[in-house]
């Protein structure tokens, strides 16, 4: 949080004081609605003005046992007046609920910052739940930071008093007491949250009373001056002229998927089965009905996979999305529509493996089972999303790959962008290129079904066009799609599958390098570390260091003119949240230009002191080597 700049204010008011950017963590059970009160904040901050970067951390267990620690339930943010790139390493401002929630949140938070309690969940039985044998706020716990007691559950029960709801009800509107606080303190306005509560419980009018009631109360808590000396606040930020919106990844990707098809001039058919935490995807697509969308919630994840073949095969783009443990089960089909040369895009927003391994938290580790991981050789394009505000754009170029080299396209995300939210300048429409699919629907003398474009792909035929009838399978096939067991028509049809693959590579674009074109170090990253390692490079020059930065969102195949790059470079150094899979690529694929991996798999995103001190170190050991 940046020293405050005092501002002037009449007597008897309390002073306004401008920060340029804070960092606030809310923290508290499963069950009180922390990732509403965070997710409310955001947009209002959005609407606000204020540039933002989310981070959603859900508890680790989805029936945690109330008041413990495995069910604490936290959601970050940084809203700013100038432009920035991440949640934040350490918050300025812990609200924290109930003592699980304190103690698993406090070692991040920085020194001399404030804390928030709820003292009326911190007796007896509350600590014992959460394995406190001395009350943290008693013992020493919170010296060094500035502790701000509310009792918060009494508050509620005070202001909805003549509330028709029961004591049980009552409570649950505690998370928004505590949002009104929290506007209070930072010059939030109340209208943009007053207006969801009435469009989310419509109908349920005792429901919008009492927690519009408990909004507004705690918003007027904040004028109580033995709480808090005074308000903050956070200016708007300066933005590229345009139109913004505030937007979640999986949001934006649900979008894009839409756009994609739409450009393509064919309908977009969804199939999947619910999973953490690509579930929101088919909810979001679903609300698109009316745009042509079609979602099929299938009983698993191998109808879901060949369900969206079978669109595909019918002339509709065929799409799936899953995350980690639905890839697995996914990856026979993902053969089928390789071997098929469908069209075909599949999501997949990773988490924390293997097998179910920690469902809610971030990891990067599924690029090289994306790009290797099926039987056979059974290559496919793989994209990987960035952040929010660039899910819509990696979105409908996995369309177009998919529909222009007749190929299934992973498109990789995680929770880290699923859930976190961003604003997003709307796309001009004019600008999106149309890439319109065109059937073969007449018959040459020589025409073959799996004959071969100049991109290496092969038409794409509706069933029950006369005279186009052809054999569909799994089975190897010639040319004219009769089956084959000819050992070299298998080598030539396997070559040519690998080659049309790495034939997209002539579509991206290579790369730009951020910061100079030569030094010591440059850093490369993929995925949603971009924010991070942005921010920790750009520390890292303003120091004078010899740093430099790319990201790559088209991960296999690698994009032209890597090898040039890195050639300019003593050491490239690669975190990544896996055990080196890009490392491991890279060194496969390109000469080795003294890579570095660094790697970090705790189920939470790179901090960027971590990374600055990473790039400290390469570069003590390697600068003028």
Known sequence: MTPPTAQDTSAGELPLQQLDRVVLRFAGDSGDGMQVTGNQFTRTSALFGNDLATLPDFPAEIRAPVGTRPGVSGFQLQFSSSDIHTPGDQPDVLVAMNPAALMVNIDTLKKGGIVIVNTDAFKATDLKKAKCDTNPLEDGTLDGFRVIEVGINSRVSEALADSPLSNKDKQRCKNFYTLGLMYWVYSRPLEPTLEWLEEKFKGKDDLIAANQTALKAGYNAGDIRELFQGQYEVPKATLQPGTYRNVMGNQALAIGLVAGAKLAGIKPVYCSYPITPASSVLEFLAGYKNHGVVTIQSEDEIAAICSAIGASFAGSLGMTGTSGPG???????????????????????????????????????????????????????????????????????????????????????????????????????????????????????????????????????????????????????????????????????????????????????????????????????????????????????????????????????????????????????????????????????????????????????????????????????????
């Open 327 to 625: 890839m697995a089960l996914k990856g026979e089909a993902m053969g089928l529509a390789i071997s098929t040369e469908l069209p075909l895009v599949i999501v997949d927003v990773q988490r924390a493996g293997p097998s179910t391994g920690m469902p809610t938290k971030v990891e990067q580790s599924d690029l090289l089972s994306s790009i290797f991981g099926r039987n056979g050789d059974a290559p496919m394009p793989v994209i990987a999303i960035s952040k929010p505000s660039d899910a819509f754009e990696l979105s409908i170029d996995a369309c177009r790959i998919a529909v222009q080299y007749m190929t299934p396209v992973i498109l990789l995300s995680d929770n880290f962008i699923a859930n976190g939210a961003e604003p997003w300048a709307l796309p001009d429409l004019d600008t999106l290129k149309p890439f319109p699919v065109r059937f073969t629907e007449e018959k040459t003398e020589d025409f073959q079904s799996f004959g071969r474009d100049e991109k290496l792909a092969r038409p794409w035929v509706k069933p029950g066009t006369p005279g186009m009838e052809f054999r569909i399978g799994g089975l190897e096939k010639a040319p004219s799609s009769n089956i084959s067991y000819d050992p070299d028509n298998h080598q030539a049809m396997t070559d040519m599958r690998h080659q049309k693959v790495r034939n997209v590579a002539d579509s991206i674009p290579t790369p730009e390098v951020h910061g100079a074109e030569s030094g010591d170090v440059l850093v490369l990253g993929w995925g949603s570390t971009v924010g991070i390692l942005r921010q920790a490079v750009e520390n890292a020059q303003a120091k004078g260091q010899s740093v430099s930065r790319i990201h790559l969102t088209h991960v296999w195949p690698l994009p032209h003119g890597l090898d040039e790059i890195f050639a300019r470079f003593k050491v490239v150094l690669i975190p990544e949240m896996n055990v080196a899979q890009m490392t491991s690529l890279l060194r496969g694929e390109l000469p080795d230009h003294n890579y570095i991996p660094f790697n970090k798999v705790t189920g939470q995103p790179f901090l960027v002191t971590e990374i600055e001190a990473e790039i400290k170190r390469v570069l003590d050991e390697h600068a003028g080597a």
